[in-house]
């Protein structure tokens, strides 16, 4: 049997989506298959979030950024959307069978100096963290019953 698929759409993949996709993947492991998405893909992760993971033993550095249409033709089973944007133009995926919506701040942005930057995406990482882990937490008491 194939391992669910969870994709988390953003508008830009280059954030948000790939902290959501990390952290979610480390929280419920090989259990699931998780990736990311955009509705308009920026076309790298940005350098911050492959920083602020590694900050808490994630590496994201091997992610890139990916249109959400790549994932029309495959079975998507649950879908995340982590910003306004990516809910408004997202496709119902074949055989989908959940959908939610949690919206973060986009830590790209952030202004001024590195340092002041680094504070916005480590608060973003550790918002996306608590929604994520608790919603993995549940998906993993769930699929024990």
């Known amino acids: 049997m194939t391992a669910p698929t969870i994709l988390v759409l953003c508008t830009g993949n ?21 990736a990311s998405a955009g509705s308009n893909p920026a076309g790298y992760v940005h350098p911050l979030a492959i920083k602020v993971m590694a900050e808490i033993g ?7 950024s990916k249109h959400l249409d790549e994932f029309l033709a495959g079975d998507v ?34 202004t001024g100096s590195e340092d002041e930057q680094l504070l916005v995406f480590r608060r973003v990482r550790d918002e996306i963290r608590r929604v994520f882990e608790a919603y993995a937490a549940g998906r993993l008491d769930q699929s024990k019953v």
């Not at 280059?14 to 998780?34: D, K, T």
């Not at 994630?58 to 890139?64: A, E, G, K, T, V």
């Open 14 to 34: 280059s954030c948000r989506s790939h902290l959501a996709e990390g952290i979610l993947r480390a929280a419920l492991g090989s259990s699931y298959r998780v």
């Open 58 to 64: 994630l590496d994201i550095s091997d992610h890139h």
């Open 77 to 110: 089973e649950t879908v995340i959307t982590v910003c306004g944007n990516a809910g408004q133009v997202c496709p119902v995926f074949p055989g989908q069978m959940n959908r939610h919506h949690w919206g973060f701040d986009d830590p790209a942005h952030a």
